[in-house]
């Protein structure tokens, strides 16, 4: 087979493939993602148990969160990532509602707050 026989039987393979819906190199992926729990400290123990129960609520009552990112190039190349975050954005993020004046420590007062508009 010469290259000007090769060229139109491996386009024409390429085509028939790319209409069966085929891609030559395909990659799906999973990124695991997750960031350093925030320091904080709590007034008292009160405040951190009031704190941590609503914690726990606001994780169970939220999915964990997902993004996508996908991009082909018809016939030859199909990828994809799928970033899941991890559990401590749950936990720092209810720190930045709950820690209303940014000092590092959460307050009886911060933590019944937080308990309250978590319900
Ligand atoms: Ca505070």
Redesign the pocket.
Known sequence: MTFRTFLPVAAGVLLGLGGLGCTLISHQGTVHRDEQRLPISFETDAAARTFYEAVEKVRASSSPTESKTEFHIPIILSHGITTVNGPHQVFNESIRRA???Q?G???EK?ARIFADTTK
Request: glycine share 0%.
């Open positions: 820690d209303t004046n000092d420590k959460i307050t911060e």
